[in-house]
């Protein structure tokens, strides 16, 4: 088998559509098209049918009732919708303060800090330097007036699990409402509803095989969890989502899950000895740092930091693997990534970092060209480094002083 | 990632890349930046009796725009004199590499590079 | 039921163009990269983004950094309403005929502060100018008027109605969404502040719409997150559908005229057929768009009517299909004074280009039988 490159090793940013997924959208973006709220004629009525067919699947993949799953155009509308929908509902019995974590998806962030512009207040909490939440913390950050905290199920920068158990068990004990973001996890890790103490759950499905512009939020029935709609109109999803559903979006979810249920336990091994590997190789290089815990940790995600290496020509160097760096490009500048400096890493190394995720068309091949060419690239730009040239002279960087530029 | 043509050559194929002996009474080491600020540039220049330089190296950590730079004044320097050498300008660095706005600070690091190893090996000889 | 039902729905929802499917595709398989991706994958989702936005833009008589693209017509007239309306407490004025995801919204702001006012509509489904300066006695940040109505498909003066808001300091925000692609639809020359375009009324996928909106306007997102669309609405880009409906609008340049006239041949030959069968049309008295009937038979529940039609196998409308839940007569037509019992009996056919005269024939035979049956029932309870 040849290596095609650019190797796609970014399945954390999105996933390419299973063929199957896709296979089973085509007939709804051409035969069986319609608007699932006309009730008035067949063309209505067999979309209607395939939305609640999916709604099953979705439900199914994560134990909860169909009914508790309400379609939105993706894990950002969810966040969105769950966060200010349950806040804005709960803040006149609970109060209107928040607690959520520095290491979120900036859906999350944003949507607490545009709470805050309407009166809120919020605990952004800062995680152990493996990216795990302390609970002895989070419990320290709970006040009177708490009404909720979101906490991500699957980080999206370094793949960390968090504790949803234990934190949903003191959110429950404290009436405090909990929202876990799972766009990272479905497929991944085990989702029982039935059992989470979790009161809102987004989900999207491009993350896991799934088509773009479409994702799902769980809103718990027992015990009934009431947000506010912030999306008007016809009144669809039970008035809490308005706006015409994709048809065909919605198919390729419920197939995408679907297929995520039956196939993800398999599948996790076979990603997991191939992360394993790229691991191993990668730790034959000196001077790496993996970022976040490596037991609880999706198999899915390596994230590492190449010591000595800028990090915007290391994404030069390895244009053959399309992977993701540790820094946003803003306009200006390079932004370390937000998670990485959350976790204590420093600019330069959290600068130096590649979150490589891997997938379901990931094959050995894929990893061992990925070894050789990081082998390669990082010698040769520690060749062009003074910093690697003065750590291998022996003097510490962190003495040095440098010229104020 | 619209990186000019000169600058992914400098990039792929750097010239220059190495280390003088900085002890050496005829070379100049210049380093500018720091790792927190994401470039530090290590600029060394050597200079023969009657003055002028005659060999150039360099190492960067930093971007492809800061590597190229640093590259490409190393071509320039050689048979510059000092006072020559302390003429070249950043905007020359950024025209010739056509960096786009934001990487204009790479060309001004070059620019430094360059005065802090001439500065410094002013400072071995005697005046 | 038939196998093949005649679909006669087309302001409703459009069968997707295989000219346009065929385009999006490769987004639905080997081109999958998420377009904020700085690898190669990422970039061409980006570039793929790009040309449907100049497409979108040229549609719209808009320029390219006009366009926000969202993921459905209702999410746009969301965002206009509630990211426009302002953070002083004045008036949010909407037409009386306005789609629920205008009024609903416009609504909810109303937990914020915001009054709301109604600009009346007259007799023949109009918007005019008297009622919108009467609207705008009060106070007002944020005007919504329809560029053409969904029921009726009556077309507003919005290019009017913009001087007039402009002139008292309010913004205004036109739902074009079943304009587009019907008539020329311009955004320069409309003058308004913000517009709503949706990709599925125009023979695009569903899941994607956008808001064409002034940059001078200082709007609030609705979504919060990411960044995308200039900090304006934050979630990964629904590519396939986006690169979909910019196809879609691509189409349009060519062949609206010929579309226009397929449909208004047969939208005038059902009418003078509705007419002799004793039928009343609404606001066909004003422009219209060329493809809509909005009418009713006295006595006869346009519900009846549908499932009736329904059963011999053609798919129509009675009031909105947003709203077909509901047995309450259409608001457009309780705005425009229509008598409820008259209302009540209304039924919307839509034509769509790839409707033929053979099946306006078949419809014609078959809704001829249709009322003279019911009537007869009618007449027989009575």
């Known amino acids: 088998m040849t290596v095609h490159t650019p190797i796609y090793l970014d399945y954390s940013a999105t996933t390419p559509v299973d063929p199957r997924v896709a296979e089973k959208m085509i007939p709804y973006i051409t035969e069986h098209f319609g608007n699932p709220a006309s009730r008035s004629h067949p063309f209505g009525w067999t979309a209607e049918q395939a939305v609640e067919e999916a709604r099953d699947e979705v439900a199914k993949l994560v134990n909860a009732d169909p009914r508790e799953i309400v379609w939105t155009s993706g894990a950002t509308e969810s966040n969105n919708l769950a966060i200010k929908g349950a806040a804005n509902f709960y803040s006149g019995t609970k109060g209107k303060h928040i607690i959520t974590v520095q290491t979120e998806h900036k859906a999350v962030i944003d949507a607490v800090r545009e709470l805050e512009r309407q009166g809120f207040t919020a605990t952004y909490l800062a995680p152990e330097p493996n990216g795990l939440i302390d609970l002895e913390k989070f419990k320290a950050a709970i006040q009177p007036d708490t009404v909720l905290a979101s906490v991500m199920f699957v980080n999206n920068e370094i793949g960390v699990i968090q504790d949803i158990t234990a934190i949903g068990n003191i959110c429950r004990e404290n009436n405090i409402i909990f929202h876990v973001d799972a766009a990272q996890a479905t497929g991944k890790v085990d989702i029982d509803l039935e059992k989470l103490p979790v009161d809102l759950m987004s989900f999207s499905a491009h993350k896991t095989y799934g088509p773009k512009g479409i994702g799902a939020l769980y809103v718990r029935r027992k015990p009934r969890i009431r947000i506010e709609a912030q999306m008007h109109g016809g009144g669809h999803e039970r008035g809490m989502r308005s706006g015409t559903l994709a048809t065909h979006q919605i198919v390729g979810m419920g197939e995408a899950f679907r297929i995520a249920r039956l196939e993800m336990k398999a599948e996790n091994l076979q990603v997991r000895r191939l992360r394993d590997r790229l691991l191993a190789g990668l730790e034959e290089i000196d001077e790496v740092y993996v970022n976040g815990d490596m037991d609880h940790r999706v198999p899915h995600n390596l994230n590492i930091s190449f010591n000595f290496v800028e990090g915007e020509s290391l994404i030069m160097a390895v244009k053959d693997i399309a992977v993701s760096s540790g820094s946003a490009c803003t306009s200006a500048s390079l932004e370390p990534s937000y998670v990485l400096r959350a976790l204590g890493r420093s600019d330069e190394l959290a600068h130096s970092s590649i979150r490589f995720s891997i997938g379901r068309f990931t094959t050995e091949e894929d990893v061992d060209y990925t070894i050789a060419l990081m082998k390669s690239k990082i010698g040769k730009l520690r060749e062009l480094s003074p910093l690697w040239e003065m750590h291998l002279d022996g003097i510490d960087l962190s003495k040095v002083e440098w010229a104020a530029h | ?127 | 039921m038939h196998s093949n039902p005649i679909f006669l729905d087309n302001n409703g929802t459009t069968l997707l163009d295989p000219r346009v499917l065929e385009v999006m595709l490769p987004y639905l398989s080997n081109q999958y990269g998420n377009a904020t991706s700085r690898h190669s994958f990422g970039r061409a989702a980006r570039q793929a983004l790009d040309q449907a936005r100049e497409q979108v833009a040229e549609a719209c008589g808009a320029h390219p950094s006009q366009v926000i693209f969202t993921a459905s017509g209702t999410e746009s007239d969301n965002f206009a309403i509630a990211g426009m309306a302002g953070d002083e407490q004045k008036q949010i004025a909407v037409s009386a005929i306005e789609h629920p995801a205008i009024t609903r919204p416009a609504f909810a702001m109303r937990a914020y502060g915001h009054r709301v006012g109604v600009i009346a509509a007259d007799q023949f489904g109009v918007v005019d100018s008297n009622s919108l300066e009467v609207a705008l006695e009060k106070p007002t940040s944020l005007i919504s008027v329809m560029l053409a109505n969904n029921e009726t498909g009556v077309i507003q003066n919005i290019a009017q109605l913009a001087e007039i808001a402009k002139s008292k300091g309010a913004l205004i925000h036109t739902d074009a969404v079943q304009a587009l692609g019907k008539i020329p639809v311009n955004f320069d020359a409309l003058g308004v502040n913000a517009m709503t375009v949706s990709s599925h009324k125009i023979n695009g996928p569903q899941g994607a719409g956008a808001l064409i909106l002034d940059k001078r306007v200082d709007i609030k997102p609705l979504l919060h997150g990411g960044g995308q669309e200039r900090g304006l609405r934050s979630g990964t880009e629904n590519v396939a559908a986006i690169v979909g409906f910019g196809a879609a609008c691509a189409l349009i340049k060519n062949e609206m005229e010929q579309r226009a006239n397929i449909t208004k041949l047969l939208r005038d030959t059902l009418e003078k057929n509705l007419k002799s069968l004793g039928g009343s049309i609404f606001g066909d008295k004003a422009t219209r768009l060329p493809n809509t009937s909005f009418f009713a038979f006295n006595q006869i529940e346009g519900e009846t009517l549908v499932m009736a039609l329904d059963r011999k196998g053609f798919a129509v409308a009675s009031g909105s299909a947003c709203s077909s839940d509901s047995t309450e007569p259409s608001h457009v037509l309780m705005a425009m004074g229509v008598a409820p019992d008259l209302a009540r009996g209304a039924v919307r056919v839509s034509f769509g280009a790839n409707n033929t005269s053979e099946q306006l024939n078949a419809f014609l035979a078959v809704i001829n039988d249709e009322v003279n049956r019911l009537r007869q029932l009618t007449a027989v309870t009575i």
């Open chain 2, 1 to 127: 990632m619209a990186y000019s043509d000169k600058v992914l050559d400098h990039y792929e194929n750097p010239r220059n890349v190495g280390t003088l002996d900085k002890n050496d009474p005829q070379v100049g080491t210049g380093m500018v930046g720091a790792p927190a600020c994401g470039d530090v540039m290590k600029l060394q220049i050597k200079v023969n009796e009657s003055g002028i330089i005659e060999d150039a190296k360099f190492k960067t950590y930093g971007c492809g725009s800061a590597i190229a730079s640093s590259s490409l004044v190393t071509e320039w320097l050689k048979g510059k004199t000092l006072d020559q050498a302390a003429e070249i300008k950043n905007s020359a660095i950024a025209e010739e590499l056509a960096l786009p706005p934001v990487k204009i600070h790479c060309s001004v690091l070059a620019e430094d590079a360059i005065k802090a190893a001439v500065a410094d090996l002013k400072s071995k000889q005697p005046a």
